[in-house]
């Protein structure tokens, strides 16, 4: 954590978007929970507010799930809401896509409204709990882990590549006075 005072230090407020710690990897939560404890002090004593927006790993933060700056010119969220499903590459998800759907259709503001569309990312963030999380650090075993199963790798390579065209569609969707979509997550 130490490495982030630079770039917390002197400024007034910092936004976290998305992410921040895990929240829903229940063998991960206690570890992720000190080092968020750690960045908030960081930022206490820096005199930085500290700014966190949900992610599809920690969607229990309070608030809208975006941020409208510069009078809705600039938007910041952390990016699952621009993927019908929030994360088409997971495990939970590409084994039974149907909890995706009924939420959906439980909420049809959510096609048009973006508060709405984010609740719903926290929904379904929420409905997938991570069964089990990849052992090892090393650069073959996180190979191996995107691989498994094998449309998940082609699943993370197809957001990646469409993220622009889902962000242009997502920016006209729900701010189309925004000039600026900044996002997380990929």
Avoid at 149 to 160: I, V
């Amino acid at each position: 954590m130490e490495s982030l005072r630079p770039l917390v230090a002197g400024a007034g407020t910092v936004v976290f978007n998305g992410d921040t710690w895990q929240e829903l990897a229940r063998e991960l939560e206690a570890g992720s929970a000190g080092m968020l404890e750690e960045l908030r002090g960081i930022c206490r004593e820096e005199g930085c507010e500290a700014v966190f927006l949900p992610g599809n790993h920690d969607p229990g933060w309070p608030g809208g799930g975006y941020l409208e700056l510069e009078g809705g010119r600039v938007i910041v969220t952390h990016g699952d809401t621009l993927l019908r499903s929030g994360a088409p590459w997971k495990r939970e998800i590409l084994l039974d896509p149907r909890p995706v759907e009924e939420l959906w259709a439980a909420r049809p503001a959510a096609g048009h409204d973006a508060r709405e569309r984010h609740q719903l990312a926290r929904e379904i963030s929420v409905s997938y709990p991570v069964v089990k999380h990849p052992d090892g650090r090393t650069l073959f075993r996180r190979l191996l882990d995107a691989m498994h199963p094998p449309q998940r790798a082609w699943e993370m390579l197809k957001a990646w590549w469409n993220q622009p065209d889902r962000g242009l569609e997502f920016r006209d969707r729900y701010f189309p006075a925004a000039e600026f979509l900044i996002i997380g997550h990929f």
